[in-house]
């Protein structure tokens, strides 16, 4: 599957919808760690799920948006220009419709 990326490095796009990219501005280690992290707090949550332990699946999620928020993909923006944040939304109802539309013109 190819992954479509906004001009900006903002958003991937999957499905029709915009999806936060990680924050550029982070060192290849740090990058790493939090990527470690997210795995290893999406393996817990599986685990979680699979033993039917609700404090263990709410501690894993927790581990996930933290992981998450550290990578840029959640919470606070990492660019700095004042720009709008349109996670998941979907593209068609944002500014980078117009984009979008002509890059599936460009494909056929």
């Given at each position: ?9 903002r958003?991937?796009?999957v499905?029709?919808?915009l ?7 982070l060192?290849?280690?740090?990058r ?11 393996r817990?949550?599986k685990a979680?799920k ?27 923006v ?11 939304h ?9 984009w979008?539309?002509?890059?599936s013109?460009?494909?056929?």
């Amino acid at each position: 599957m190819d992954v479509l990326t906004t001009p900006d490095g903002r958003y991937l796009i999957v499905r029709g919808r915009l999806w936060r990219t990680a924050n550029p501005c982070l060192t290849a280690q740090e990058r790493e760690r939090l990527v470690h992290e997210l795995m290893d707090a999406r393996r817990a949550v599986k685990a979680a799920k699979a033993a039917g332990g609700s404090d263990d699946l709410a501690k894993a999620r927790r581990a996930v948006n933290a992981a998450k928020v550290g990578l840029g993909e959640r919470g606070p923006v990492w660019w700095t220009d004042g720009s709008k944040d349109f996670n998941r939304h979907l593209v068609r109802n944002t500014p980078y419709a117009e984009w979008f539309n002509n890059q599936s013109v460009e494909k056929n």
